[in-house]
C-alpha cells in the first residue's frame, strides 16, 4: 500500500514537523521541567486574571466585534478599526491591507482573493477580485515547442503573473459597505509600513524558508532578504516604499494601481523580466460584485463563493450528499468513509466542470442540487470504498500560501474573506520602486488541459488558459447563517484542500457539536479524486481508524497539516462572538 508523506509546515513551508493536533500540543506542554510548569501556572493564573475572556483552552470571547488573521498585528488593525467605529467591511479593509504589510507571505496588493460580505440588513455579496490573465496571454504559453510544460514558467517569475485584484476588490468593499474611507481604514498598514513592527520568529523562518526564491528578484532580495544579512527575530521590518505606495493609494483611490504611476511602477517591472501584462491589461481590470452561492444543511443556510472560485460549489455538494446521513451517530472510520466519497465526488467535478463562468458554461445549479447530491449520496451507499468514479481529469492539491480572515462587527455585519499571491511570496517578483510583491496566479490554471501539470496534477479544458480569464480557484470564504443571522463565519489557505477544510469545520461545529476552538483544531484529512490518495494529518488518527481506512481499500498518504481555518461563531442564543486562529498557523484572535 502506497504511503506518500508530504511534510509541509504551513507557517513557514519548510520541512519542520508541526504540532497540530490537540494531541501533540499536550504531549509537548508536559515535557515542560516542573519548574516551568510552575511557571506557566502562575502567568496563566495573572494573565486570565487579568484578561478574564482568554483562556488558553478556549476560543477568544467578545461580546462586540471579533477579528480573526493569520498575523496578530493585522488583527490588531482590524480591531483598532472596530473601536473608531469602522463596520466589519472597514476592519477586512484594514486587515487586507495591513496584511500586506506584515505577512507578504501570502498578504498582498499584488495578489486576488473574493470577499464575502453579508450586512446585518440581510444584503449579502461577493467581490471577485480574482487576478485575470493578461491580454495577451494564450492557451499555451507555459508549453515549449514540443508541447512539454516549461518547468516553473507559471510559478516563478514576471510570466506568472495574473493582473492583480486585491487593490479593486479592497476600495470596492470600503467605496460601497465601508463607513470610514479608504484613507481612515488604510491608516494601520501605512503605519505598519513606514514605522516598521519587530520580526516575529515565524516571520523570519518564513523568510529564510524562502531565500531561494527571493534572492533571484534583486528587488526582493535587498527587501525582504537584506541582500543576505537575514532578518532575525525583535528586528525592526520596515517598508519605506510600500508606505508609500499605500499612501498613495489611500490618497488617490485604485486609479493610481491601475491607471496611474504604480501601473507604470507594475508595467515596467513586467518588461523589464520577461512579462506579457500591459497597461491596457492593468486599465481592463475590475472587480466583480457576485451573488453568493447558497446552500442549505440541516437548517443553517450556507453562504460561500461562487466561480471563478470552485469552494463554493464542492462546499455545497459536499454538504447536500452528506446532509440525511447520520453522521453524528457513526463511529470515526464509518463517518470518514462518507465524507471521503463526498469529497471524492464533489473533486472530480471540479475538475471536470469548472472553470470562470464568465467564459466557459459551468452547471453551477446542477452540481449544487439537492436531486443531483441524491444520486451521488445512493451511488456512495452502494458502492465499495474508494471505488473508481468517472474517469477525467484531475483536481489540483497544492501547499498553503494563502490567507483568510474573518470579521463580524457588533452590530451583525459580518465578512469572510480569502486572498493570495498562490505561491508563498508569489511569483517572487517586487515591483521596482513600489516595493510589493506579485502574485503566481497563472499557475491556477491548466496550463496543459488533459495532461498532468508540474506537480503530476490534472485539471480540465474549462479552466484552459484565454486572455483575461480568471483562473479556477479554491478558496472558500464562508459565512453559515442560523435563523438569518451569522452563526459561523471560516475560511482557509490551502489551495485544493481548501473547501474539504471548511467542510470539517463546519460538520465538526454543527455536526459534531465541538466548539468552535476544537472544530478547528482537530485533524483534518484531505481527498480530491485524483490522485486517489487519502490524506491524513500525521499524529490526528487512531490506530484502529487507520487500520480500517487501509482495509477498506484507501490508499493513504500523511502530511503535518492541512489549511489554516480562521473562524468566527455566534452563540445564536446569548450573541456572543468565538474566535479561533488555527493552532497550525500563528494568527490571532482579537475581540472587545
Ligand atoms: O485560488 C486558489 O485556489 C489558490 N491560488 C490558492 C493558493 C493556496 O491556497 C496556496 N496555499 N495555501
Known amino acids: 500500500m502506497p504511503i506518500i508523506f508530504k511534510n509541509l509546515d504551513r507557517r513557514t513551508g519548510n520541512k519542520h514537523p508541526l504540532l497540530c493536533s490537540s494531541e501533540s500540543i499536550q504531549r509537548n506542554f508536559w515535557r515542560y521541567n516542573p519548574h516551568q510548569t510552575l511557571l506557566i501556572v502562575v502567568l496563566l493564573i495573572v494573565v486570565t486574571a487579568a484578561a478574564p475572556l482568554?483562556?488558553?483552552?478556549?476560543?477568544?470571547?467578545?461580546?462586540?466585534?471579533?477579528?480573526?488573521?493569520?498575523?496578530p498585528l493585522a488583527s490588531e488593525?482590524?480591531?483598532?478599526?472596530?473601536?473608531?467605529?469602522g463596520n466589519a467591511v472597514d476592519a477586512a479593509v484594514a486587515v487586507g491591507?495591513?496584511?500586506?504589510?506584515?505577512?507578504?507571505?501570502?498578504?498582498?496588493?499584488?495578489?486576488?482573493g473574493f470577499m464575502l460580505i453579508r450586512m446585518a440588513s440581510g444584503k449579502s455579496v461577493v467581490i471577485d477580485y480574482r487576478e485575470e490573465a493578461p491580454g495577451a496571454a494564450s492557451r499555451n504559453m507555459y508549453l515549449d515547442s514540443h508541447g512539454n510544460l516549461i518547468p516553473q514558467a507559471s510559478i516563478v517569475g514576471a510570466l506568472a503573473v495574473g493582473v492583480p485584484g486585491t487593490v479593486a476588490g479592497l476600495a470596492l468593499a470600503e467605496r460601497e459597505y465601508g463607513k470610514l474611507g479608504l484613507a481612515k481604514v488604510m491608516a494601520p498598514a501605512i503605519r505598519l509600513a513606514r514605522k516598521g513592527f519587530p520580526v516575529s520568529y515565524w516571520f523570519s523562518q518564513s523568510l529564510k524558508d524562502h531565500q531561494n526564491l527571493l534572492s533571484r528578484f534583486p528587488n526582493s532580495n535587498r527587501i525582504f532578504l537584506r541582500n543576505g544579512r537575514l532578518y532575525e527575530p525583535g528586528e525592526i521590518f520596515r517598508q519605506q516604499k510600500l508606505a508609500r505606495t499605500l499612501a498613495q493609494i489611500a490618497r488617490h483611490g485604485p486609479s493610481v494601481f491601475y491607471e496611474g504611476s504604480i501601473a507604470r511602477d507594475i508595467v515596467q517591472t513586467e518588461k523589464r523580466l520577461g512579462g506579457i501584462m500591459t497597461l491596457a491589461d492593468l486599465a481592463y481590470y475590475q472587480a466583480k460584485v457576485r451573488q453568493p452561492l447558497v446552500g442549505h444543511f440541516r437548517g443553517y443556510a450556507v453562504l460561500s463563493a461562487p466561480p471563478p472560485s470552485s469552494g463554493g460549489v464542492a462546499l455545497i455538494e459536499m454538504l447536500n450528499i452528506l446532509d440525511p446521513l447520520n453522521l453524528g451517530q457513526l463511529d470515526s472510520y464509518d463517518s470518514m468513509?462518507?465524507?471521503?466519497e463526498a469529497?471524492?465526488?464533489?473533486?472530480?467535478?471540479?475538475?471536470?466542470?469548472?472553470?470562470?463562468?464568465?467564459?466557459?458554461?459551468?452547471?453551477?445549479q446542477g452540481l449544487i442540487s439537492e436531486p443531483y447530491a441524491a444520486k451521488l449520496r445512493d451511488e456512495i451507499l452502494h458502492s465499495k470504498p474508494d471505488a473508481p468514479i468517472s474517469a477525467g481529469p484531475a483536481a489540483e492539491y497544492e501547499s498553503h500560501h494563502t490567507t483568510h480572515f474573518c470579521v463580524i462587527d457588533a452590530q451583525g455585519n459580518a465578512v469572510s474573506n480569502t486572498y493570495t499571491l498562490n505561491n508563498g511570496y508569489g511569483s517572487g517578483v517586487t515591483v521596482d520602486r513600489a516595493g510589493f510583491l506579485l502574485n503566481d496566479?497563472?499557475?491556477?490554471?491548466?496550463?496543459?488541459?488533459g495532461s498532468p501539470n508540474m506537480f503530476g496534477l490534472i485539471q480540465g479544458e474549462a479552466n484552459a488558459i484565454a486572455p483575461h480569464k480568471r483562473p479556477l480557484s479554491s478558496m472558500t470564504p464562508t459565512i453559515v447563517?442560523?435563523?438569518?443571522?451569522?452563526?459561523?463565519?471560516?475560511?482557509?489557505?490551502?489551495?485544493?484542500?481548501?473547501?474539504n477544510t471548511v467542510l470539517e469545520v463546519i460538520l465538526n461545529a454543527l455536526v459534531y457539536k465541538m466548539d468552535i476552538l476544537r472544530a478547528v483544531t482537530e485533524p483534518r484529512f484531505h481527498h480530491q479524486w485524483m490522485p486517489d490518495v487519502l490524506y491524513l494529518e500525521r499524529q490526528g488518527f487512531s490506530a484502529d481508524t487507520v487500520q480500517k481506512l487501509l482495509e477498506a481499500g484507501y490508499k493513504l498518504g500523511w502530511v503535518n497539516s492541512i489549511g489554516e481555518c480562521e473562524a468566527i461563531e455566534v452563540d445564536p442564543k446569548t450573541g456572543w462572538r468565538f474566535g479561533v486562529a488555527d493552532p497550525r498557523g500563528y494568527g490571532k484572535a482579537v475581540g472587545y
Open 54 to 71: 482568554a483562556r488558553a483552552d478556549d476560543p477568544v470571547a467578545a461580546q462586540h466585534g471579533m477579528v480573526v488573521t493569520s498575523e
Open 77 to 85: 488593525a482590524g480591531l483598532e478599526i472596530l473601536r473608531r467605529g
Open 97 to 112: 491591507f495591513a496584511l500586506a504589510v506584515t505577512y507578504p507571505f501570502a498578504g498582498n496588493i499584488g495578489g486576488g
Open 337 to 340: 468513509h462518507l465524507i471521503v
Open 343 to 364: 469529497m471524492r465526488r464533489a473533486y472530480a467535478d471540479r475538475a471536470a466542470y469548472l472553470g470562470d463562468a464568465d467564459f466557459v458554461s459551468v452547471p453551477v
Open 441 to 449: 496566479e497563472m499557475d491556477d490554471f491548466a496550463s496543459k488541459p
Open 481 to 499: 447563517l442560523e435563523n438569518n443571522q451569522p452563526r459561523l463565519i471560516a475560511g482557509s489557505p490551502g489551495g485544493g484542500t481548501i473547501p
